[in-house]
C-alpha cells in the first residue's frame, strides 16, 4: 500500500516524519521515506520507500484510492505564506541537528517582499487546500500544522492509525518519542503581522 505525507512547504512535514521514523524504529515497524525532490522525483518511489513526501505543486499529484495520504496544511492562510516564505529566506543557520528555522524577525523591506511572494502562492495555497483538505476523500487524513504543535499525542495516534492499520503501537512509547522531539518549540508568527498579511492577501 502506498502511504504519502503530502505537506503545503513549512506545515511540519519534517517534524511528522522525524517522529514516524523513531515511532516506527521502536515498534519495528518497517519504515523508510522518500523526500522526492532530492531521492527520486518519482510517484511511486523509485527506490520503494514505504512513506513519500510531496508538495504537490502543480495540483497533479494523484488520489489513488488504494494509497493512504496524511496531509499537513496550516489553516491560515497569512501563517502558512509567511512560513513558506521564510523557509526560503533564511537568516542565519538553524543549529545542527535542529529541526526548527533560526528566529526570524521581519523588517519593513522583508514583509514587503513576503507580502509580494504570498500573493504569488496564493493560488497555490488556494488549490492544495481545495484538494486536499475541503474535498478530501477517506483515505486522506488532513492534519492541521496546530493540531500537531498542541496536540501532539493525539495526533501522531490519529496519524500512525492512518498510515500503518496494520500494526498495533503502545501510547507510552508514542509518548516518550514526542517528549524527546522538538515538537512545540516553533516559531510563532507575530499577530499583527499576521493581521497585516492578511489584509494584504485580500
Ligand atoms: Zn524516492
Not at 30 to 48: F, I, L, N
Amino acid at each position: 500500500m502506498s502511504k504519502f505525507l503530502v505537506s503545503f512547504p513549512r506545515s511540519g512535514q519534517h517534524l511528522t516524519e522525524t517522529l514516524l521514523r523513531k515511532i516506527c524504529s521502536e515498534h519495528r515497524v518497517p519504515y523508510s521515506y522518500c523526500e522526492y525532490y532530492t531521492c527520486c522525483k518519482q510517484v511511486p518511489c523509485k527506490r520503494k520507500a514505504l512513506v513519500q513526501k510531496n508538495h504537490d505543486m502543480d495540483g497533479r499529484l494523484a488520489q489513488v484510492p488504494t494509497a493512504r495520504y496524511v496531509v499537513l496544511y496550516r489553516k491560515n492562510i497569512a501563517a502558512a505564506l509567511e512560513a513558506y516564505w521564510r523557509c526560503q529566506h533564511p537568516q542565519g543557520k538553524p543549529a545542527r541537528g535542529s529541526i526548527l528555522s533560526p528566529k526570524f524577525t521581519h523588517t519593513a523591506k522583508t514583509e514587503q517582499a513576503c507580502v509580494a511572494f504570498a500573493r504569488q502562492q496564493t493560488a497555490y495555497y488556494q488549490r492544495f487546500c481545495q484538494r486536499w483538505v475541503e474535498s478530501a476523500p477517506a483515505n486522506v487524513l488532513p492534519i492541521e500544522y496546530d493540531e500537531l504543535t498542541t496536540a501532539p499525542l493525539e495526533t501522531m495516534w490519529r496519524i500512525l492509525h492512518h498510515l500503518f492499520p496494520e500494526h498495533t503501537f503502545e501510547k507510552s512509547v508514542v509518548e516518550r518519542c514526542i517528549a524527546s522531539s522538538n515538537v512545540g518549540k516553533v516559531n510563532v508568527l507575530d499577530a499583527q503581522l499576521q493581521q497585516r498579511l492578511e489584509q494584504a492577501l485580500l
